[in-house]
């Protein structure tokens, strides 16, 4: 089955500075790629998403890049901010929307003021 | 839209005591999935169901039973419970055609003495 590994678990930035969290998955067949949002005590949401058709994706301060060829994507938050502090997760699913989601173990984002 | 509701929130149980959580969506959508998350394991999977009569094995499907009741409705049962079952349960579902994302609902909280 599936393998998604995430790097770092911890990670400790200064405000205004870039984040970027890295994740790599196991299963050449996985074309869809989530990231989500985690808040202390709150349910996970998703922030950004990737297909395999597509090399990079902005959605303001984030972005998320993807190398099916050495099959890692990485998540980049630029101009972080105190409430961009949470954890993210990074999760790899196969072709179709009816399969499994597997995610990685998650990184736990501290931006301090 | 009340999205993805579950029940309990929180529940205590002794051990080999037995109990059903609930979830519901009122999305429409065709996939279903139940996780579990500890500290430092990220969400791992559970069941889960690609669609309304069908349900299949995650990762960590010991000690687990599930039925998929309907299009909208997807229950976990922990038929004997155990200490090593203590953990944030979490349902989430989604459309699964046109639209790949996760929608989850905000948890229980169970803990096994």
């Known amino acids: 089955g599936e393998n998604v590994e995430q790097h770092p678990s911890t990670l400790s930035v200064q405000e205004g500075d870039s984040a970027v969290i890295k994740c790599t998955y196991s299963?050449?067949?996985?074309?869809?790629f989530p990231w989500y949002k985690q808040e202390l005590g709150k349910r996970p949401q998703l922030i950004i998403d990737i297909r395999s058709n597509v090399g990079e994706k902005k959605d303001q301060r984030i972005a998320v890049t993807l190398n099916k060829t050495a099959k890692h994507f990485s998540l980049h938050i630029t101009e972080t901010q105190p409430e961009d502090s949470a954890v993210y997760f990074c999760?790899?699913?196969?072709?179709?929307?009816?399969?499994?989601?597997?995610f990685g173990t998650g990184t736990k984002l501290q931006v301090i003021p | 839209n009340a999205g993805v509701t579950q029940t309990p929130k929180f529940q205590v149980l002794k051990t080999g005591q037995s109990m059903t959580l609930q979830c519901a969506q009122d999305?429409?959508?065709?996939?279903m999935y139940w996780y579990r998350q500890d500290p430092g394991m990220g969400l791992r999977l559970i069941y889960y169901?690609?669609?309304?009569?069908?349900?299949d094995k995650g990762e960590v499907p010991n000690g687990y039973n599930v039925s998929r009741l309907n299009k909208r409705e997807f229950s976990l049962r922990l038929e004997s419970a155990a200490p090593s079952q203590t953990s944030v349960y979490f349902c989430?579902?989604?459309?699964?055609?046109?639209?790949?994302?996760?929608?989850f609902g905000p948890g229980t909280r169970l803990t096994v003495t």
């Open positions: 989430a579902s989604r459309r699964g055609d046109l639209s790949y994302e996760q929608y």
């Open positions: 299963d050449s067949a996985s074309n869809y």
């Open positions: 169901s690609a669609s309304e009569g069908t349900t």
């Open positions: 999305m429409n959508h065709n996939s």
């Open positions: 999760a790899a699913s196969g072709s179709g929307g009816y399969q499994k989601v597997t």
